[in-house]
C-alpha cells in the first residue's frame, strides 16, 4: 500500500469509525454470531495477489461488526469497563504509523523518555510516594507475574543464576485471599512455585483478606520447614471490588520479610480521586503494584502500568546483555527491555499521553465519580426492593446483587439456577449485557458501572430490566 492509499482509506476507516462510535448504542451489544459463523464468512485459502483493500469496509460491515461485542456500548455491564477513548485510537494509529521498537533507549528515545514521564504522571495521579518506579506492560497477569519472579528471587538469593527453585533447601510459598484473580493463580504456577504451594486464604463478611488468617498460614508454613517468599494483596477483587486490608497486610510482610505486590487492576484508576485513596491505605510500604489504565481510566487495551520500590532488583531479575543489544548510551538511560519480560516494546506510552492531553485528570476524576455515584444509587435501590439482596459492598463501581423469591429462599441451587436465568433474560433482551460469578458458594449477579457512554438512565434502564426479568422468571 502506498500513502495515497493509505491516505484515501485512512480517512474513509476514521469516517467508518466515528459512525460507529456515534450509533455504538443502535447495536446489540452482545455479539449475536454463532460458533464459526464468522470463519464461515472467510476464504478458505490466503489471497494470491494484492489490492484486494478497496471492499474492506464492505467486509468490516459484512464479517466483522456482527461478531463484535461493544466494550464501549452504553449497556455493557460485564466483566470491568475496558474503556477505548478515542484519543488512543488515535494514538494506537500513530504508534502504528511510526512502527518503533522501543526496546532500548537509542532505537527510538521518545517512545523511552514519553514513557518515563508519563509514568511519572501516572504516580503523582494516584497519589504514590516518589519510592516508586513505573513501566509499562501489557497486562495485570504480565505484571503479577513479574512481581511473583521478582520475588522469588529476592527470597532465594538469584536461584535463577543458579540451580532455580529445583536447587532450593526448602519449597517457596505463595500467599493470596480466595478472591484474588485468577492470574494469581497462573503468575505462581509458572513462576515454578506450585500448586501445593499457594496458599488461598479465607475472606471476612466483606470479602476481603482475613490477615489473621494470613499470619496462621505463614507460622505454619514457618514450622513445617518451609520458606514464606510472597503476598498478593487485591484493591477491588474480580468478582465484588472487595478490598484487602493492605496496611496490616505490609505490618506482617516486614515481620516475616515477604514481598507485598498490590493488585489494584481496576480500582487503581480509582485513586486518581483523592477522596478513595484510604481504600489502599498501606500502600506506599508495597514492593511492587500494578493497575490497568486501560480498563477504567480509557486509554484502550493493552496498558498495564507496574510500578515498584527497587528498580535495580527488577533489572537485575529480568536484565540480559547481548552483545547486539549494547550500546554507547547504556548506564545513561533507561533500557525498558530490563524492566519487564518481552524484548519488544510497543509504544503503548502514546495513549496515555494522548489520553491525558484529551482528558486532564479532572475529566478522569468527573467519570470516576460519575460511575461511583450510579453504582451507589443501584446498592440503593436494591437495599430497598423487596425480594432482592446485594451480596456485598459496592465501595467501587460493581454492585453483586440477586433476586430471591420467598419460595427459593435458602434454596442456593434454586436460586442460583433462577438468576441465571434472570441474567439470561436480560441478555436475551440485547440493550444490556451483564454476568455472573460464583461468590462463597453463591451465584451473584454483577452489575459492573463503567463505560464511558453509560450515565445513571442506562444504569436505570439495566436495573428495571433485571426487576422485569425477575417477574417473568
Not at 45 to 56: A, C, I, K
Not at 355 to 369: F, K, N, S
Not at 430 to 448: F, I, Q
Request: some cysteine.
Amino acid at each position: 500500500m502506498d500513502t495515497d492509499q493509505f491516505r484515501s482509506l485512512g480517512h474513509e476507516l476514521i469516517e467508518w469509525i466515528a459512525a460507529y462510535r456515534d450509533h455504538i448504542g443502535d447495536y446489540p451489544v452482545l455479539s449475536r454470531s454463532q460458533p464459526g459463523e464468522v470463519a464461515a464468512l472467510l476464504p478458505h485459502e490466503p489471497p494470491l495477489r494484492g489490492g484486494q483493500m478497496d471492499d474492506v469496509i464492505a467486509d468490516l460491515e459484512r464479517i466483522v461488526l456482527p461478531g463484535i461485542t461493544h466494550w464501549n456500548h452504553p449497556g455493557f455491564f460485564n466483566f470491568f469497563p475496558s474503556n477505548t477513548d478515542l484519543s488512543s485510537v488515535l494514538a494506537d494509529l500513530v504508534s502504528s504509523g511510526l512502527g518503533p521498537q522501543a526496546m532500548n533507549w537509542q532505537t527510538s528515545p521518545a517512545a523511552t523518555e514519553v514513557e518515563d514521564v508519563v509514568m511519572e504522571w501516572l504516580r503523582t495521579m494516584v497519589g504514590l510516594p516518589d519510592s516508586f518506579s513505573g513501566v509499562i506492560a501489557d497486562t495485570a497477569s504480565t505484571s503479577t507475574f513479574t512481581a511473583l519472579l521478582c520475588a522469588r528471587e529476592r527470597t532465594s538469593g538469584f536461584s535463577q543464576n543458579g540451580g532455580g527453585l529445583q536447587a532450593e533447601r526448602a519449597p517457596l510459598v505463595v500467599y493470596a485471599s480466595d478472591q484474588a484473580h485468577s492470574s494469581v493463580q497462573k503468575g505462581a504456577l509458572l513462576a515454578g512455585f506450585g500448586a501445593a504451594h499457594l496458599r488461598l486464604i479465607a475472606t471476612d463478611d466483606e470479602h476481603a483478606l482475613r490477615p489473621d488468617l494470613l499470619e496462621q498460614a505463614v507460622e505454619e508454613d514457618l514450622a513445617a520447614g518451609l520458606r514464606p517468599c510472597a503476598v498478593v494483596a487485591t484493591v477491588g477483587t474480580t468478582v465484588s471490588t472487595a478490598l484487602d486490608p493492605v496496611a496490616p497486610i505490609a505490618d506482617l510482610c516486614e515481620r516475616h520479610g515477604l514481598w507485598l505486590h498490590v493488585d489494584a487492576a481496576l480500582a487503581g484508576t480509582a485513586m486518581v480521586c483523592p477522596e478513595y485513596r484510604d481504600m489502599w491505605r498501606g500502600v506506599e510500604r508495597a514492593d511492587s503494584l500494578v493497575l490497568n489504565p486501560h480498563k477504567w481510566m480509557g486509554t484502550g487495551f493493552d496498558l498495564s502500568a507496574y510500578y515498584v520500590r527497587d528498580p535495580e532488583h527488577l533489572v537485575r531479575v529480568m536484565s540480559t546483555d547481548p552483545s547486539y543489544l549494547r550500546t554507547t548510551q547504556d548506564g545513561l538511560v533507561r533500557n525498558l527491555r530490563d524492566w519487564g519480560i518481552p524484548l519488544g516494546r510497543r509504544f503503548r506510552a502514546l495513549k496515555l499521553w494522548f489520553l491525558l492531553r484529551a482528558e486532564g485528570v479532572e475529566g478522569i476524576r468527573a467519570r470516576i465519580r460519575r460511575d461511583v455515584g450510579n453504582a451507589a444509587w443501584l446498592a440503593q435501590q436494591v437495599d430497598a426492593a423487596p425480594d432482592w439482596e446485594r451480596l456485598a459492598p459496592a465501595p467501587l463501581q460493581t454492585v453483586c446483587l440477586r433476586h430471591v423469591p420467598e419460595r427459593q429462599a435458602g434454596d442456593e441451587a434454586a436460586l442460583a439456577a433462577h438468576n441465571a436465568a434472570v441474567v439470561a433474560r436480560v441478555v436475551a433482551g440485547s440493550d444490556y449485557y451483564l454476568g455472573t460469578a460464583d461468590l462463597k458458594g453463591r451465584l451473584v449477579v454483577r452489575v459492573s458501572v463503567g463505560s464511558q457512554p453509560t450515565e445513571r438512565e442506562h444504569v436505570a434502564g439495566v436495573w428495571e430490566a433485571l426487576q422485569q426479568a425477575a417477574a417473568l422468571t
